[in-house]
């Protein structure tokens, strides 16, 4: 049969990126209290192409997933990408794993266990070495200081969410960047509160005010001092509960250079 992908096109454009997009898929992610967590993920892959072929063969990156099926994890990564650009015949190749985390939490006072979910995110690519980034989205409760000096009584809060991107050089532990990103805020956040935990977590965020802008610098202070990270981004959104719009800080910091 013609291979239509493969044939010539006249307008000479390379594209940076064309493959698959948004797959759903069962991997298998490292735990450090359980050894191995499986979950679904989200998939998108990618490879660059040259400007002489008019395609790419999409079913190839469907092929390559099925092949490596129950080994999708952050181990099998490189072979992935060095197989995607192989088989489309590319200089570069692109892997995103977006998916749900679960974390066993124990309830500040009362003890109680819950599973606690964070959204997570592998991002891969690999011209000739490899580049991984690891994704934490950790939702918070931040105390408004302000609202505290001027109320009489109480103060508001809402939820937020502090997305970190981290590259490193020796590995971390989801578990632990979680823990870390947990404490810059007013107070963590529990899928599940007896009444004693309610009145710690409540007194807690009152005792520890936050702007957005203190979370974001205290997960700065925090990850420079994480030496085997190597660059690092945090973005933190605070759902305002007394506004009709959202708070946003945003600080970078890259080690390389």
Not at 38 to 54: C, E, G, Q, S, W
Not at 118 to 142: G, H, I, N, Q, R
Not at 155 to 184: G, K, P
Request: charged content about 30%; aromatic content about 8%; glycine content about 2%.
């Amino acid at each position: 049969m013609p291979d239509m992908q493969k044939r010539p096109d006249s307008r000479r454009i390379p594209i940076a990126k064309v493959g698959v997009k948004d797959i759903s898929y069962p991997i298998v992610v490292m735990d450090k209290n359980h050894s191995l967590q499986h979950t679904v993920a989200r998939i998108n892959m990618y490879v660059d192409l040259p400007h002489h072929f008019k395609g790419t063969h999409m079913s190839r990156f469907v092929e390559i997933l099925n092949r490596h099926r129950e080994q999708i994890g952050l181990d099998k990564l490189e072979t992935i990408l060095d197989e995607m650009k192989a088989r489309l015949g590319s200089a570069s190749a692109h892997l995103e794993i977006q998916f749900p985390y679960f974390i066993d939490k124990k309830a500040p006072v009362s003890g109680a266990r819950s599973l606690m979910e964070y959204s997570c995110e592998f991002k891969a690519s690999m011209t000739d070495t490899l580049d991984f980034m690891l994704v934490v989205k950790v939702p918070l409760t931040s105390l408004c200081p302000c609202s505290k000096e001027l109320s009489r009584a109480g103060a508001h809060n809402q939820r937020s969410i502090m997305t970190v991107r981290v590259r490193y050089r020796e590995f971390i532990w989801i578990e632990d960047l979680v823990e870390l990103i947990e404490q810059c805020g007013s107070s963590p956040l529990y899928s599940l509160l007896k009444r004693e935990d309610e009145k710690f977590v409540t007194e807690q965020a009152y005792d520890n005010p936050r702007f957005v802008e203190d979370m974001v610098r205290e997960a700065y202070s925090r990850l420079v001092a994480e030496e085997r990270v190597i660059w690092f981004s945090v973005e933190t959104e605070n759902f305002e509960s007394i506004h009709n719009h959202s708070a946003y800080a945003a600080v970078e910091f890259d080690r390389r250079a």
